[in-house]
Nanobody, 122 residues
Framework: QVQLVESGGGLVQAGDSLRLSCAAS????????MGWFRRAPGKEREFVAR????????SYANSVKGRFTISRGNAKNTVYLQMNSLKPEDTAVYYC???????????????WGQGTQVTVSS
């Protein structure tokens, strides 16, 4: 069965770094675009970053541009989010998702992981 599993979240201090990983079952998502979203306390889910199935094109929210980097593994069934210079406002549950369309709209993403908690202390 298709499945996305995030890992790598944790509790860190402002200025620290984390790398989130998202693993897809088997090779199910090799031809899907992948995205990262987050839901902060008291806020709605928001787009963070996305990458094409080939890994050749990326896109970022303005709030994380220059600090976060999205990438895919060689097998294309894994996706990473390198998070540098973390800020307290980055605190959220982070989700990876898969879509056949190049979009930041959550309803058009077909599959979602369970989420991983990132907490940044000041």
């Amino acid at each position: 069965q298709v499945q996305l599993v995030e890992s790598g979240g944790g509790l860190v201090q402002a200025g620290d770094s984390l790398r989130l990983s998202c693993a897809a079952s088997a090779r199910t998502f090799s031809n899907y675009h992948m995205g990262w979203f987050r839901r902060a306390p008291g806020k709605e889910r928001e787009f963070v970053a996305r990458i094409t199935w080939s890994g050749g094109t990326t896109s970022y929210a303005n709030s994380v541009k220059g600090r976060f980097t999205i990438s895919r593994g060689n097998a294309k069934n894994t996706v990473y989010l390198q998070m540098n210079s973390l800020k307290p406002e980055d605190t959220a549950v982070y989700y990876c998702a898969a879509t056949r369309k190049w979009t930041i709209r959550p309803p058009l993403y077909d599959y979602w992981g369970q989420g991983t908690q990132v907490t940044v202390s000041s």
